[in-house]
Each structure stands twice: as C-alpha cells, then as structure tokens.
C-alpha cells in the first residue's frame, strides 16, 4: 500500500506569497504519482505583527506576484472597502474545523478561501462565506457547524500560530516544515516592497537567477518530504 505523504505548511491565509506557493505545490501534488496532502498550520500575521495586514500591502504584491504564474485565479477587490475582511482569524478556525474530517477537506477548505479572497473578492471574515466555501469543497456541514460556532478549533489556531512564531522561529509566509524539522522559506518568489524615492514605485528584487525555474523548489520539497517518508 502506498504510503499518504504530508507536507507542512505555515502560512497565512491573506498572504499573496502563500497563495503563489499554494498553486504550485498543488498543481506538483496532481501531477505526482504518490497519494500527496498538505497539511496547512496556521501562522497568523495577525499574531506576530499586532495588527490587521494591510490592504494596500496585498495590493501591492499581489499583481506582480500573480505574473510569475499565469494560470493563477486573481482580481482586484472589487466590492466596497467596508467588505474588506480585516481578520483571517474566523477562516483559520473555519479550516481546522475541516482538518477535523480529514486533511484532504481542509486542504480543499484552504484553498476555497484564499481563491475566494483573492479572485473573487468575498469577505472570507464572515461566518455565512465560510460556510458557503466549506458547503462547496464536501465538508460534512452538521459536524463543521457544530464544531465552528462552538468555537472547538479556537485554541488550536492560536497555539499553531504561537509554535511557528515562538518555537519553531519560521521566516515568515509561507514556510514549509519538513519530517526531519528542515523549514523553506525561500520560495523562489521576488521581493516587493515600495519604492521610497517614487511616490507610488514599486522595488521588485528577483530571488532566482536567469533561466532558473521558480517550479524547482517545490519539487525539492515533494522529493524530501517522499525520502523522509521511507
């Protein structure tokens, strides 16, 4: 019997670079032969940083990030700036309560929000869009609404938050952790931050040299989660 591999993934559910990654490690794990899950922690900005990620960061990074990979799901917020979620912390909640039905549910869940976030501008703060996203993916609704409104999944997001923060020292969103403890975090993605000698510019550093493939590292990262597995 083929053995189910499981990749760890700390990152928050807002940040474009996770969303990037997300798409490709998923688009690698349908193309991989071995039975491949990513098992999602969840490392909340929020937690670390005190305060709500700024919506004029996301669309900062967000166009130019989305470019390193066409087939990508994204748009501009297009509802009103009411609309905008200001916490991510109903949605990792929302995804724990899946993970209680299995990995494969709350992979789907995780996914369904960020898509929901990112390209079609839904306030995945909200309990009936949250609801609505897990309803979508399969989760069985009776146990997933119990298990949200009585908060059961409250404490775990916050102690994954604390462990990749506090314990384990990740670099940032996303990182990947595997069996053996290696943590990436470099995930082949440029660097963006503003320009601060133009109003407005954008500084973009690329992380990969000419001709190198952005696709290599989450590779590397099936390959040495399948060696550890053995």
């Given at each position: 019997m083929?053995?189910?591999?499981?990749?760890?993934?700390?990152?928050?559910l807002a940040c474009p670079y996770a969303y990037v990654s997300a798409y490709r490690l998923r688009k690698l794990c349908t193309e991989d032969r071995a039975?491949?899950?990513?098992?999602?922690?969840?490392?909340?900005?929020?937690?670390?940083?005190?305060?709500?990620?700024?919506?004029?960061?996301?669309?900062?990074?967000?166009?130019?990030?989305?470019?390193?990979?066409?087939g990508i799901l994204y748009q501009p917020w297009q509802r009103p700036e009411s609309e905008w979620p200001v916490t991510m912390w109903p949605a990792f909640e929302?995804?724990?309560?899946?993970?209680?039905?299995s990995l494969e549910l709350?992979?789907?869940?995780?996914?369904?929000?960020?898509?929901a976030l990112f390209a079609e501008s839904r306030c995945i703060s909200m309990r009936h869009v949250l609801f609505d996203l897990a309803e979508h993916v399969g989760?069985?609704?009776g146990h997933f609404a119990n298990d949200f409104d009585r908060g059961v999944a409250k404490y775990q997001v916050l102690a994954e938050a604390r462990e990749g923060w506090e314990h384990l020292h990740v670099a940032g969103s996303p990182t990947f952790v595997l069996s053996s403890g290696k943590q990436i975090s470099n995930v082949g993605l440029p660097d963006i931050a503003p320009d601060p000698d133009q109003p407005g510019g954008v500084l973009?550093?690329?992380?990969?040299?000419p001709g190198?493939?952005?696709?290599?590292?989450?590779?590397?990262?099936?390959?040495?989660?399948?060696?550890?597995?053995?």
């Open positions: 083929t053995k189910t591999i499981s990749i760890t993934m700390y990152a928050d039975p491949i899950v990513i098992e999602h922690k969840s490392l909340a900005l929020e937690y670390i940083n005190k305060e709500p990620t700024p919506k004029p960061v996301l669309e900062l990074e967000l166009p130019i990030l989305v470019q390193e990979e066409p929302a995804v724990k309560c899946a993970e209680r039905q709350a992979a789907a869940l995780d996914w369904a929000i960020r898509t989760v069985e609704m973009v550093k690329p992380t990969l040299g190198q493939d952005g696709m290599e590292i989450f590779r590397q990262i099936i390959a040495e989660a399948q060696q550890s597995s053995k």
